[in-house]
Structures are given as structure tokens and as C-alpha cells.
T-cell receptor, first 113, second 115 residues
Framework: DAGVTQSPTHLIKTRGQQVTLRCSPKSGHDTVSWYQQALGQGPQFIFQYYEEEERQRGNFPDRFSGHQFPNYSSELNVNALLLGDSALYLC????????????FGSGTQLSVL | DQQVKQNSPSLSVQEGRISILNCDYTNSMFDYFLWYKKYPAEGPTFLISISSIKDKNEDGRFTVFLNKSAKHLSLHIVPSQPGDSAVYFCAASAGGGTSYGKLTFGQGTILTVHP
């Protein structure tokens, strides 16, 4: 049973560029949440997707957007990259109606130069 | 505004002894609390959780204590093992039910268990 998978594992971009990160949830899960973890900090909630809609959003600008596909996989898009966007981006999956712990992927390390 | 705080950046413990990791929160709406463990190059892994209607939850070597009046929770690991060496994150959610996907994390505590 595959857990949460994310791609790519590492990515290098330059300021002003756009990036797309991908996530496949754990089998049986229908909800995907995205988190940003800066160096030395805890993960920060970006947004959550369920039934292909954004359900909750953290304190992130509109440059951060997402999408969920019918197979429950998800993408995180960041436009007009800033140096401060350099971080580990974590995807977590869960079942929307179940009080259950989140399962996290290993993350995508994004470096903006 | 750091709603969940882990004031100890690091903790060093001898194998076999108790490890106590602490966490404080400020948001009274938080009603579910979790601890995650993270190894380098891996995502956080769930350890143990507690609902605000309880003050203690045990799972093997791990026990979480919740003091709602003090807005404080702690994770006890007994006995500590070298494999427990990792970064530990405290997390909280508010609103119950479908809000569980939105967790607020602390900054993490690096635990080192020496053989």
C-alpha cells in the first residue's frame, strides 16, 4: 500500500518563475492538504482540497494556488517566485469525514535563486 | 503570532531515561492535539494524539498529557531509545471534524538520545 507520494523531490528555480508540485494521496484518502516548512520552523498550513475544491486556506498570498483531480491527486502552483518561497513543501492526506491523523509525504525541497 | 510554541529547541537524554517534550498554545479554540516525529529527508510521522476532553493518552512508550487550564501539553517517552532521536513537532487543530486537515505546528524540538 503506497503512502503519500510527492514529486519532484528537489527543484531549483529563479525569482519570478512559476513552479508546480505534485502529490498522490495514500490509498483510501480523499483529502489533500499542503504545508510549507521553512528551515528551522514547523510546517505551515497552505490549503486543503476535497472534492476538487479548496476547503480551507491558511495565510498565504494568491500566488499560491492548487488543484485536485478526480483521482484525488493534487498540485500546488506558486507563481512569481520569491527568494522567501524557498522551503520544504509537504503534502498530507486524510479522509475528510474521519477524525484521523494526517499522513505526510517526504516533501519537495524548493530552492529559489 | 505563534499560536503553538515549543520553547526548547533541543533536548539531550541518556538511553533508558525519560524524555519530556513540552508545548504551549494560546488559542482556546484548539480541541485536538497531536505529536509528530520527523527524521531528515522524510515527512512527519504521526506519534500520538489527544482530544481536549481527555487529560492523558498512552500508546506504548509514549504518553501525552494535556493541561487545558495552563494551555500546556507534554510528551513523555519512557524508556528513551537511540532510534527516538528525531525532531518532534507539537500540532493543534480547532473546530473538530473536517478541520482536522488544518494543523498549527510548533517550531519543533530536536531530541537526541545517547547510548
Amino acid at each position: 500500500d503506497a503512502g503519500v507520494t510527492q514529486s519532484p523531490t528537489h527543484l531549483i528555480k529563479t525569482r519570478g518563475q512559476q513552479v508546480t508540485l505534485r502529490c498522490s494521496p495514500k490509498s483510501g484518502h480523499d483529502t489533500v492538504s499542503w504545508y510549507q516548512q521553512a528551515l528551522g520552523q514547523g510546517p505551515q498550513f497552505i490549503f486543503q482540497y476535497y472534492e476538487e475544491e479548496e476547503r480551507q486556506r491558511g495565510n498565504f498570498p494568491d500566488r499560491f494556488s492548487g488543484h485536485q483531480f478526480p483521482n484525488y491527486s493534487s498540485e500546488l502552483n506558486v507563481n512569481a517566485l520569491l527568494l522567501g518561497d524557498s522551503a520544504l513543501y509537504l503534502c498530507a492526506s486524510s479522509q475528510y469525514t474521519v477524525n484521523e491523523k494526517l499522513f505526510f509525504g517526504s516533501g519537495t525541497q524548493l530552492s529559489v535563486l | 503570532d505563534q499560536q503553538v510554541k515549543q520553547n526548547s529547541p533541543s533536548l539531550s537524554v541518556q538511553e533508558g531515561r525519560i524524555s519530556i517534550l513540552n508545548c504551549d498554545y494560546t488559542n482556546s479554540m484548539f480541541d485536538y492535539f497531536l505529536w509528530y516525529k520527523k527524521y531528515p529527508a522524510e515527512g512527519p510521522t504521526f506519534l500520538i494524539s489527544i482530544s481536549s476532553i481527555k487529560d492523558k493518552n498512552e500508546d506504548g512508550r509514549f504518553t501525552v498529557f494535556l493541561n487545558k487550564s495552563a494551555k500546556h501539553l507534554s510528551l513523555h517517552i519512557v524508556p528513551s531509545q537511540p532510534g527516538d532521536s528525531a525532531v518532534y513537532f507539537c500540532a493543534a487543530s480547532a473546530g473538530g471534524g473536517t478541520s482536522y486537515g488544518k494543523l498549527t505546528f510548533g517550531q519543533g524540538t530536536i531530541l537526541t538520545v545517547h547510548p
